[in-house]
């Protein structure tokens, strides 16, 4: 099984990039912890590390072999985690972790006009939650994923991606 993590704050394009990457790979599926999140209000790290393991046997049982996950990850141990509850579903081959990063002016404009296509107002929490994911991923310390910056249109990042999919990291 290839594992695929897509990593960084909200409404910085996750779920664009990993949907449009996951219409690229050949037996792939696109995983959302974010939804989980939405759907399970503080929801603790073991219920969404389970929910992904038991959605990952779910399509791995059907055929695809190559999982497209994307969520906010603060800290290696949560990585760990759901890396250690997919490896007890199938094997994993091949795993490679992505932080998107975008220049703050940017990010702030598409969170801004995430909010004209939002029915309710989410406006002040979309704000906190990304201040406060934003300064959990300046103090580093720890990788969260390969450095990914997500400036350019989406067809080009996919190509990006691709690109360092058939390589190793660091060649």
Not at 34 to 42: I, L
Not at 64 to 87: C, F, K, P
Not at 114 to 136: H, L, Y
Request: proline share 5%; with cysteine; charged share 30%.
């Amino acid at each position: 099984m290839r594992v695929i993590l897509i990593n960084g704050p909200l409404g910085i394009g996750k779920t664009t990039l990993a949907n449009s990457l996951m219409e690229r790979l050949p037996d792939a599926v696109h995983l959302c912890g974010d939804a989980f999140v939405q759907a399970n209000p503080e929801p603790d790290v073991e219920a969404l590390d389970d929910a992904l393991a038991a959605m990952a046997e779910h399509w791995i049982a059907r055929g695809y072999s190559t999982l497209v996950i994307e969520h906010y990850w603060s800290g290696q141990a949560a990585i760990d985690g759901l890396m250690n509850r997919l490896a007890a579903v199938q094997t994993i081959d091949d795993a490679r972790i992505f932080l998107l990063e975008l220049d703050p002016k940017t990010h702030d404009r598409r969170i801004e006009r995430r909010q004209t296509v939002r029915a309710m107002d989410e406006t002040e929490f979309e704000w906190r939650t990304v201040a406060e994911e934003r300064r959990v991923l300046a103090t580093g310390g720890e990788s969260l994923g390969e450095p990914f910056d997500v400036s350019a249109p989406v067809d080009e990042l996919v190509r990006e991606l691709l690109k360092s999919l058939n390589s190793k990291p660091g060649d």
